[in-house]
């Protein structure tokens, strides 16, 4: 299954919202009813992190600025207002089939 | 504190071997599913195997299969990345990753630190 992100950069004034597409060349829903896309962050120069599984359920800590979204193939990762912690990369991730993928990657500055 | 920590990397030869060790710690290591993920310098993340919880089942994509192996300790929470007939593509900084208790679909919810591996005469 290949995952495609966009946009692969994404310059972000602090405050103002952010939002990554992610697509996937097939559907992402199992036969047990869920749907495996997640949404990982890693800071410079740290392990990734999990924020969002199952498409919109967030991880214990992380804030609720960040959301999941989306059904199918087609999925959004938005943050309501960037603040300057939110730097680094962000990857989705389909579960559904093995080899288990990940996005290109979008990486979020601050403009 | 779940904490995983790998070990074993290093520069090594094109054709030979390293093995990798993740120490685990904090959680019930045997009740969970877990893999290896791998980052190339500056690039993205890609799975490189996965494992049952009772080392029964294990998992390769193309890129490493016959290759690679992986294996897991249960009564020593340590998790193996056996690798051989190692290529320039396989430099990369290894990452241990925990999955769920019934599979790793989900994604990991806890990374190590890495240990880097570096293939080159």
């Known amino acids: 299954v290949v995952v495609t992100q966009s946009p692969l950069s994404l310059p972000v004034t602090l405050g103002q919202p952010a939002s990554i597409s992610c697509r996937s060349s097939q559907s992402l829903v199992y036969s047990d009813g869920n749907t495996y896309l997640n949404w990982f962050q890693q800071r410079p120069g740290q392990s990734p992190r999990r924020l969002i599984y199952?498409?919109?359920k967030r991880d214990s800590g992380v804030p609720d600025r960040f959301s999941g979204s989306g059904s199918g193939t087609d999925f959004t990762l938005n943050v309501t207002r960037v603040e300057a912690d939110d730097v680094g990369v962000y990857f989705c991730?389909?579960?559904?089939?093995?080899?288990?993928?990940f996005g290109q990657g979008t990486k979020l500055e601050i403009k | 504190e779940v904490q995983l920590v790998e070990s074993g990397g290093g520069l090594v030869q094109p054709g030979g071997s390293l093995r990798l060790s993740c120490a685990a710690s904090g959680f019930t290591f045997s009740s969970y599913h877990m893999s290896w993920v791998r980052q190339a310098p500056g690039k993205g993340l890609e799975w490189v195997s996965g494992?049952?919880?009772?080392?029964?089942?294990?998992y390769y994509p193309d890129s490493v299969k016959g290759r690679f192996t992986i294996s897991r300790d249960n009564s020593q929470n340590t998790l193996y990345l056996q690798m051989s007939s190692l290529r320039a593509e396989d430099t990369a900084l290894y990452y241990c990753a925990k999955g769920g208790l019934e599979h790793t679909r989900s994604g990991p919810d806890c990374w190590g630190q890495g240990t880097l591996v570096a293939v080159s005469s």
């Open positions: 991730m389909q579960g559904r089939l093995w080899p288990y993928t």
């Open positions: 494992i049952s919880r009772g080392g029964d089942g294990t």
């Open positions: 199952q498409v919109s």
